[in-house]
């Protein structure tokens, strides 16, 4: 469970919900924080037409960190279309944890069909305590 920095680190779990019916809609139990590997998902396309979708994460940590955060951008054939930033605070050394954030869509009219999308879409995610990088994680997205 040793990340680059020595910080143990490793997600346990990850789903996807339609933010507005609380559904679940994809669910992994891949450690998808281990870097150097590309993991894949296959998500229902209908998830584009989600207004907001839901993410949750469960990660356990050997350390404490006084200000983990997640930063992820969406590549599109390895062009940033959208990043984000999610803060999570305080982690307690040798605990589990659950992080639920809302990540609202792009307006309709800016979404890409899902055959456009499927296999050409890579989420990167970097794990952070304060400024010190603790993971890396690369996704790449077929829609199904």
Known sequence: MAAAD????KLNSMNLRDADTGKILWQDSEDMSIPDLEHEAR?????????????EINFSSDREMAKFRLEQQVLFKGK??????????FVMPGS???WQSVIEAAPESQMM???VLTGNVVIETRFFDD??????SKVRIFYV
Do not use: D, M
């Open 6 to 9: 020595g910080v143990g680190f």
């Open 43 to 55: 998500v229902p396309k209908r998830i584009l037409k989600c207004k907001a979708v839901s993410r």
């Open 80 to 89: 940033c279309l959208e990043e984000w930033h999610f803060e999570f605070g």
């Open 96 to 98: 589990t944890n659950s």
């Open 113 to 115: 069909p899902a055959n």
């Open 131 to 136: 400024e010190t990088l603790i993971s890396t």
